[in-house]
């Protein structure tokens, strides 16, 4: 059977987040692919797999998911069919056939996430779903040190989400910048992979750094004490997207 | 009795508009504000005028109001108990007391609205309540053509909307200026009024001459002729943004 990627470009606000909830469990992004995906292959459940498990209000716009197809069709008439098929929410922004032994997220190399704040007095409504939220000041100087630290391989039990079941929380980030941009601090993080609301846990370390309620040596000692008490608490869901995830390159002569 | 002025954004996509319905007709950001000032007011109705009486699903980050409140009170604690008692979609961004005889409205000397364009293959899900979608590909130097006809003295009759109750549709445009940047036109004007629909007319002529579908001298014919049916279709509500308004300057020593 065919195998095909797709990337994925959706408003996560009215999601319980990509992974499919049991059934009457509410609306998510795998899901709904599923669905769309099951009516364009007659009614056979096309099970998918997608690079990032995006949580309740989280957007993207490079999400990965991968399938078998029961039949074959070009990509570009999958793409058209897909988006007739999803909701307005949704978009299959790139379709593709896959190399064979692709995987969404186990042939995943880094994933990059993007994170944006507004920290002015007063928030615009038309921000409100797209950015967190919290009036600062922010000393641009300590947000940047604190980004920094968040470089390399690292322990990130104290950024994980309590319940998460991983065997590890040694995640290696590869790129982690703050620019703070007007009143609106803009974060992207890149890293072999993320545990459950890491990044909105780097975005609390920079809001606690950039008010100087935890200096930037604050936090290297909080992030090596392996312990989420010690750790501020997660950014808002709403100001998360889910930028791209990257494959190993395709072998070529 | 005090007089106020205040600036306002809203997302407008879950309003009827600016202006106030029968009761029962729908939300506004008219009556959303009458209904928080009269809860501030103890009950008693403060009637609001709006500088530009935005359509549904037209957003503002400018938005001026007026309104006479019965009793004083420091512009700063009424921003912020308005903003205690508004919907998350309705943000007070400034109060400030009013010079005597001052109206919204009638004192208004300019608007300024901007519209953007989504013109790329596919439009990302989070663009879809604050962009307009039409597949391009637009020519830049056709648009930007067009959207200097517009500027100056002119009858806008071709560009209003049917129904509306003008003594003249003549308007001054005093700026009038597009640019496209990636795949997204950004289009502003500022002129001394606005007849109902004429952003969004002047945009669907900025797509027509893009797409090459009606040349800038065939859109110059269009307008001079006087006449609806000569123009192309208006872009649709969720891309135009009411930006600001500005008043004569208050005399000074």
Same mark, same amino acid.
């Given at each position: ?127 409100? @779903?797209? #950015? ?8 641009? /100087?300590?947000? =940047? !040190?604190? %980004? +920094? ?56 370390? @920079?809001? #606690? ?8 040596? /604050?936090?290297? =000692? !909080?992030? %090596? +004490? ?28």
């Amino acid at each position: 059977v065919p195998l095909y990627r797709v990337t994925l470009a959706y408003d996560g606000t009215d999601f319980l987040g990509w992974q499919l909830q049991r059934p009457g469990g509410g609306r998510t992004v795998q899901g709904a692919l599923e669905e769309a995906l099951g009516r364009l292959a007659g009614g056979v459940r096309v099970a998918v797999t997608g690079a990032g498990r995006t949580d309740a209000g989280v957007h993207a716009v490079g999400q990965v998911a991968s399938f078998d197809l029961p039949r074959e069709m070009p990509a570009g008439e999958l793409q058209r069919a897909l988006n007739g098929l999803l909701p307005s929410d949704v978009r299959v922004v790139d379709a593709a056939p896959a190399p064979p032994g692709f995987h969404a997220r186990r042939s995943a190399v880094t994933k990059t996430y993007r994170y944006e704040l507004d920290y002015g007095t007063i928030q615009l409504p038309q921000r409100r @779903l797209f #950015a967190g939220f919290a009036p600062g000041p922010l000393d641009g /100087e300590a947000v =940047r !040190a604190a %980004a +920094a630290l968040y470089v390399g391989r690292h322990d990130f039990a104290s950024l994980a989400s309590a319940g998460g079941s991983v065997r590890t929380t040694v995640r290696t980030v590869a790129r982690s910048e703050a620019r703070l941009d007007g009143a609106t601090l803009v974060y992207e993080a890149e890293a072999d992979g993320f545990l459950r609301k890491m990044v909105r846990s780097m975005v609390g370390g @920079l809001i #606690a750094a950039g008010r100087g309620a935890m200096p930037p040596e /604050e936090l290297a =000692r !909080a992030l %090596a +004490a392996r312990d989420r008490r010690a750790w501020p608490p997660p950014a808002p869901a709403c100001g998360l997207t889910l930028v791209g995830v990257s494959y190993p390159p395709a072998p070529r002569c």
